[in-house]
């Protein structure tokens, strides 16, 4: 079950953007993908070129004719992560994601119990931070230290960067010597990615030069390789319970 799950500490970070972009560049790689919004303010469709208006079907919803954009499925999680029972059968594995399909799950920042429970099953956590003081001021929640080692591939992303100001050159450099090789990209500020918003248009439709278009990809082909990692890893954790099964 490929589940990514996108959240970070605080609103305003690009966290919806970054999970838009991986889910089409995933899709673009040749992964079957489908996006999950599954926070409140139902902002992720816009970076799909939808109107504001436009409703996403449910995740647990029957749909004959799924909603897709540039090949990724587009779902709302927001109703079903907060029924009573859906974070018993996380906890119990009966899953709602299934077979190859890869899931990008957009998670507000305040829901942080959801994000928390959410992880425990994703293949790769994907946090993702600007370079002003405000996000800095949230590395003690986030406990960088404890996320180099956790099990559940917590990784960090740098939106919006813009290397003629000095912060945020200075934050850049901090985050790179602090979070070492969990810093796996930068996304440089590009005002391409609010007009893309504001016409209705996907990123690499209204700016196919964009430099953050540009850097989203080497984001997702970062991604995919340590998604691929670790299946590898769990295919090797999983076979000795196997040939114990077996034996038994």
Same mark, same amino acid.
């Given at each position: 079950?490929?589940?990514?799950?996108?959240?970070?500490?605080k609103g305003g970070e690009g966290n919806s953007f970054v999970a838009a972009g991986l889910a089409q560049g995933l899709s673009l790689l040749?992964?079957?993908?489908? +996006?999950?919004?599954?926070?409140?303010?139902?902002?992720?469709?816009?970076?799909?070129? /939808?109107?504001?208006?436009?409703?996403?079907?449910?995740?647990?919803?029957e749909v004959i004719d799924q909603l897709t954009v540039g090949g990724v499925g587009l779902r709302s999680g927001w109703r079903a992560a907060h029924q009573p029972d859906f974070a018993e059968a996380l906890r119990a594995g009966d899953l709602p994601f299934d077979g190859e399909t890869v899931f990008v799950a957009d998670v507000a920042s305040t829901d942080t119990g959801l994000a928390q429970v959410l992880r425990r099953r994703a293949r790769l956590h994907v946090c993702t931070l600007t370079p002003t003081a405000m996000s800095l001021a949230q590395l003690p929640r986030i406990n960088p230290a404890r996320a180099l080692g956790e099990p559940e591939r917590t990784t960090f992303v740098l939106n919006q960067l813009d290397e003629t100001r000095r912060f945020a050159r200075h934050a850049a450099l901090f985050l790179r010597e602090l979070l070492g090789d969990k &810093?796996?990209?930068?996304?440089? %500020?590009?005002? +391409?990615v609010n007009e893309?918003?504001?016409? &209705?248009?996907?990123?690499?439709?209204?700016?196919?030069?964009?430099?953050? &278009? +540009?850097?989203?990809? %080497? /984001?997702?082909?970062?991604?995919?390789?340590?998604?691929?990692?670790?299946?590898?890893?769990?295919?090797?954790?999983?076979?000795?319970?196997?040939?114990?099964?077996?034996?038994?």
């Open positions: 079950m490929p589940l990514i799950v996108c959240h970070s500490p040749g992964r079957d993908v489908v +996006a999950l919004d599954m926070t409140a303010a139902d902002g992720l469709k816009s970076y799909f070129g /939808l109107a504001p208006d436009q409703s996403l079907p449910d995740l647990e919803e &810093l796996i990209a930068q996304i440089h %500020r590009d005002e +391409a893309a918003v504001g016409m &209705l248009q996907t990123l690499a439709r209204y700016a196919p030069a964009s430099a953050a &278009l +540009a850097d989203m990809e %080497r /984001l997702v082909i970062a991604v995919d390789g340590l998604c691929a990692g670790e299946a590898a890893d769990e295919t090797v954790r999983a076979a000795p319970r196997a040939a114990k099964n077996e034996a038994a």
